[in-house]
């Protein structure tokens, strides 16, 4: 077996053993369960962000930040966009409050903070939001699922057949044929699911597989030049075959923000 499909497989099983936390939450837990699990990926998230970011001499407040971030899930599924604004709103004020009252903590400190809940937050949280519509529990499968698909689809195609580096300045593993194989995968995974499990038609559906493919590829890229920065190989060490959690949410977090906004535009509600 060859170095790269070894790492394949455990890249493939860590993923499954998180796929089945996550599909099981979305399938058997309800609206609060798959709440609860957002909140653990947004936490874990948060506090790896706050480790890359320390290593630029800025220092968050992460106590706060995983309070926040924690809640903004279960903001967004009891009462929607409406509570995951109001939520937000409460800990960008509170992180105001606590700067004039803590002396020591400087603008980059809370600037970074407050981004950082609302970089993972928002992305986590609209994930809900996704639930909460007509058809969510399957516009949330393709999501995942096509995450999944992305990642996998560009990973065997890169390491395999690419040879035209897409940003090599901020990853240089990634491909141009990577990215066209993801976004087959991506694509491909939405109209499944999408024509099986909701009303959207097939132009709608490519739409929303084509902008998923980009997000993701995006979000990767976003993370990547967070690690660049940190002079980091991984955010964390949680998870066997990705990194840390944010390392393996990195496009999920971009991609559940874009998403939801386009199922909107294209008539999901």
């Known amino acids: 077996m060859t170095a790269s499909l070894k790492d394949f497989g455990v890249r493939a099983a860590s993923a499954l053993v998180l796929g089945a936390v996550m599909l099981g939450s979305l399938f058997f837990a309800g609206v609060w369960g798959l709440a609860v699990v957002a909140a653990i990926i947004a936490s874990g998230a948060m506090w790896e962000f706050v480790q890359l970011t320390r290593r630029g001499r800025t220092l968050p407040e992460e106590m706060p930040a995983l309070a926040g971030i924690a809640a903004l899930p279960f903001a967004a599924a009891a009462w929607g ?3 995951l604004l109001a939520a937000g709103s409460v800990l960008v004020v509170a992180m105001l409050v606590r700067h004039v009252l803590v002396r020591q903590l400087r603008l980059a400190d809370t600037a970074v903070t407050v981004f950082g809940a609302a970089y993972i937050g928002l992305g986590a949280s609209h994930l809900l939001l996704m639930r909460r519509l007509e058809d969510g529990v399957m ?3 393709a999501t995942i699922m096509s995450v999944w698909a992305n990642d996998v689809f560009a990973y065997l195609a890169g390491s395999s057949f690419g040879r035209r580096p897409l940003a090599p300045r901020i990853s240089p593993k ?3 044929e990577g990215l066209a194989a993801g976004t ?3 694509t491909a995974a939405w109209l499944g699911i999408g024509s099986l499990g909701t009303d959207l038609a097939f132009g709608p559906l490519v739409a929303v597989g084509l902008v998923a493919s980009l ?4 979000g990767d890229l976003v993370e990547s030049r967070f690690k660049r920065e940190a002079q980091v190989k991984d955010s964390g060490a949680l998870l066997p075959g ?4 944010l390392d393996r949410f990195d ?3 971009v991609v559940t923000i874009v998403v939801y906004h386009v199922l909107l535009a294209v008539g999901a509600r």
């Not at 990705?242 to 959690?245: D, I, V, W």
Request: hydrophobic share 50%.
């Open 81 to 83: 966009p409406t509570g």
């Open 139 to 141: 516009l949330v499968l």
């Open 174 to 176: 990634k491909t141009w």
């Open 184 to 186: 087959v995968g991506t």
């Open 215 to 218: 997000a993701a590829v995006f």
């Open 242 to 245: 990705h990194g840390g959690m």
């Open 251 to 253: 496009s999920f977090l």
